[in-house]
């Protein structure tokens, strides 16, 4: 049952009993479906002798969608294959409808490609596992697995769903109060805060536009404006098929096989800018999510485990850049000669060269054994693909994208390889496979002080750029559009920005001939760090400013986003543990790594994990 509260009224939960468990969930996203899911399947397993449970959903939207709204255009896709998205855990236990993935929810609920656009039909290409659907249809899905969620729920479970937004959260008589927006509050036991991306103030104004939604660009952006793009990952993708394919612009495929753009007219001037100068790589046809199966050579638990804790049994903090880092690099330098081998012999020929590798970093004469590899199967330099563009001067701009041009040509090369087959992505995926891994290491104060900044600034987007990037046509389209002359990159690797009230400065750093330039427009295409201390959400700004939250700080020193513990709990500006309180998501970004994704099985079933230990905790609380 699904209740609306009618504005002004104060809805009552029944009198907490040991069998009465009241929670809310602020934020009815992916996260928030996920720990949904978690507490609805914990109830289920509780059976008779479990408690009463009420779910107040606090979502403005339709429940489950979160960014994922069904009105977007069906240019902006995933970038993942919709055959690796479930949003149940555990499909092979499914007890209902619930272990539905994406792929099979699509199928059966009868979308089909129709040229560039998915539709319910019987015309059309069928849609495959590997197919990156528009975005909308995800949306579609997770409202459909929480309406499902709803409708076959227990008889003690009962969810609430609120149409508004949370202001404030206030403890009051052991209870935590939610005070929501249409003037009614809800007083429960446990919040868990599952808010996602919450905007700075100062974001969007003036002359600087932010990315979403991308209809608010067509008001902003007339035909022929001069407009620049900050970041070159999935945001700024994002942008630039807004700014073309939303437009009117079309690709067409020459009889070579490359793209050519043929512009509508519509279209404005579009320059790109990064820190690193270069766009994220491309996302394979047919790749699939090697976590579950890729075996660590190097990066083994028990060699992970020698790194994070002392003698003692103690957790250290690590230095990453120093520690571990380099190996990251020899585990991805490993799977390169291993399936560069298993190309040219098959698995043996690969398994033996893996060993050898393995065998030789213990024994401390790796880069010997990497010599004796190169000489069979070519260079590889993991450190180089990883910081690319790091350190790089170009005698003028036209030297700078011919540098771009050809990093993307090169990476939609090796995406583009036979069966999918290429050492070089399999040595980028390494670093998806191993992501629990690094989460292991950095999360939670992990890191010291100078490394933590290190790695927030100079490693963990390098990481992202490798493996999360969009899927090969995509940087195919953008090769096309820098051809034609309607995307530029001009300026190198990291440029000064001047704001200014009626535009923007851009001037490079990184070029012997230096090149300014004056844009009419900036758009934000690099999502920062959500923090408490300058949010634009009133509930997150106070709940700072009443010292339940506090920044995330290593050594005493505030260091953004929100402090938690390693249980998820926020800790307040007194030190003390906020214990009905939960974080989850885009906001724990920060004391948390790499948390913007779509909750699935495989590399990103974290999530259920989290969400799975938060609820056991909240229903075995009241057993």
């Not at 927006?181 to 805060?193: A, F, K, M, P, T």
């Not at 630039?240 to 043929?262: E, H, I, K, M, S």
């Not at 934000?524 to 920044?551: C, E, I, N, Y």
Request: proline fraction near 6%; aromatic fraction near 8%.
């Amino acid at each position: 049952m699904v209740t609306l509260l009618e504005r002004g009224k104060t809805h009552r939960t029944p009198a907490r009993t040991t069998s009465t468990v009241d929670v809310a969930i602020v934020g009815m996203g992916p996260w928030g479906l996920a720990a949904l899911e978690r507490l609805v399947s914990g109830a289920i397993e509780l059976g008779e002798g479990g408690p009463d449970l009420t779910v107040h959903v606090v979502e403005p939207s339709v429940p489950g969608s979160g960014l994922y709204g069904g009105d977007q255009p069906d240019y902006l896709i995933l970038n993942t294959p919709c055959g690796q998205h479930s949003m149940y855990p555990f499909p092979e236990r499914a007890r209902c409808r619930l272990g539905v993935g994406f792929y099979d929810w699509a199928v059966a609920t009868g979308y089909r490609w129709v040229a560039d656009r998915c539709e319910v039909t019987t015309e059309g290409r069928a849609i495959t596992p590997d197919d990156f659907l528009p975005r909308r249809l995800m949306g579609e899905y997770l409202a459909w697995f929480y309406r499902v969620l709803v409708a076959e729920m227990p008889d003690n479970v009962r969810i609430v769903h609120h149409r508004t937004t949370a202001s404030d959260i206030v403890e009051r008589d052991g209870y935590e109060v939610v005070l929501l927006d249409d003037g009614s509050v809800v007083r429960v036991e446990h919040v868990i805060l599952t808010t996602g991306q919450t905007q700075k103030p100062s974001q969007g104004s003036g002359p600087v536009l932010a990315p979403y939604p991308v209809e608010g660009l067509d008001a902003a952006i007339e035909p022929g404006a001069r407009v620049v793009v900050r970041g070159m990952g999935l945001v700024a993708i994002d942008m630039v098929c807004a700014l073309t394919l939303g437009r009117g612009g079309t690709f067409l495929r020459a009889p070579d096989g490359r793209l050519r753009y043929v512009a509508s007219g519509a279209e404005p001037e579009i320059a790109l800018f990064s820190r690193s100068g270069h766009a994220y790589c491309a996302k394979p046809m047919g790749s699939a999510d090697p976590t579950e199966h890729y075996e660590p050579r190097i990066c083994t638990p028990e060699a992970i485990a020698e790194l994070r804790f002392d003698e003692d049994g103690r957790r250290r903090q690590v230095d990453a850049r120093a520690e571990l880092l380099p190996m990251l690099l020899a585990e991805m330098t490993t799977s390169f000669y291993a399936e560069s081998a298993r190309l040219a012999g098959g698995e043996a020929c690969a398994a033996e060269i893996a060993v050898r590798l393995a065998d030789a970093w213990l024994e401390g004469r790796f880069e010997a054994e990497v010599d004796r590899a190169e000489g069979r199967f070519g260079r590889f330099d993991a450190a180089s693909h990883l910081f690319v563009g790091e350190g790089e001067t170009f005698a003028d701009s036209a030297a700078a994208e011919a540098r771009v041009v050809q990093v993307i040509a090169d990476d939609v090369a090796e995406a583009l390889a036979p069966g999918g087959r290429s050492p070089v992505k399999s040595a980028y995926e390494v670093l998806r496979a191993l992501r629990d891994v690094v989460r292991s290491v950095v999360e939670f104060g992990g890191l010291t002080l100078a490394s933590h900044r290190d790695f927030q600034e100079h490693i963990r987007n390098r990481i992202t750029r490798m493996v999360a990037g969009p899927p090969v046509e995509r940087c195919e389209q953008l090769l096309a559009l820098i051809e034609a002359g309607v995307v530029r990159v001009p300026f190198g690797p990291a440029p000064i920005v001047m704001i200014e009230p009626d535009g923007v400065t851009v001037r490079s750093r990184a070029l012997a001939r230096p090149r300014t330039e004056r844009f009419e427009h900036l758009v934000l295409a690099h999502l920062d760090h959500p923090t408490v201390h300058a949010s634009a959400s009133p509930m997150l700004a106070s709940l700072h400013r009443k010292g339940r939250v506090r920044q995330f700080r290593i050594d005493g020193e505030d260091l953004g986003s929100i402090d938690l513990t390693a249980e998820f709990h926020p800790i307040g500006s007194d030190g003390r543990v906020q214990e009905r309180l939960w974080v989850f998501g885009a906001l724990s970004e920060g004391p948390r790594y790499f948390t913007a994704y779509i909750p699935s099985p495989a590399s990103r079933v974290r999530a259920f994990v989290d969400a799975g230990l938060c609820c056991e905790q909240i229903l075995e609380v009241e057993r």
